[in-house]
């Protein structure tokens, strides 16, 4: 489980480093994927990410035009994240753009992958979100069971 945030910079390149505690929980190669309708980078490790595209995608229909349009969104927004002999990785300046990052980068943990967010934009967002609301409906889903 990833949890807890870090708090870093990215460099003139669109270069970072992936903080020790989740480089390591994300083993080797993790897979990177620009969420960006949420605006941040979701990290996940390799096998995980591979697990749910095999299980959503691998009866999908060929000829299925609305499941094309999701594969063609989530698959031209991913890509295998490769480390420098600096540690550092190179994010594409697609996914940089998209996400409005800048230089001040926070990573946090969420549960089963790690999210990479501009500072303000993370911060910009949390103000925006409805907590009582969304854990009123979490709590509420749960107490019908």
């Known amino acids: 489980m990833f949890s807890g ?43 995980d990410f591979e697990k749910r595209v095999i299980e959503r995608f691998q009866d999908s229909d060929m000829l299925d035009m609305d499941m094309n ?3 063609r969104a989530i698959f031209s927004s991913t890509q ?20 409005g990052l800048t230089k001040d980068i926070i990573s946090i943990g969420a549960f089963d992958r790690v999210e990479i ?10 103000k925006a979100t409805d907590f009582k609301r969304i854990l009123a409906q979490f709590t509420g889903s749960r107490n019908k069971i």
């Open 5 to 47: 945030q870090h708090h870093h910079q990215m460099d003139d390149k669109g270069r970072l480093r992936i903080p020790p505690a989740f480089r390591r929980m994300l083993g080797e190669n993790p897979i990177i994927f620009c969420s960006s309708f949420e605006r941040c980078l979701c990290i996940y490790p390799r096998e």
């Open 69 to 71: 349009d999701i594969k």
């Open 80 to 99: 295998e994240l490769v480390e420098d002999k600096q540690g550092r990785v190179s994010l594409n300046s697609t996914f940089i753009e998209e996400c």
């Open 117 to 126: 967010w501009d500072e303000e934009v993370y911060k910009e967002h949390k």
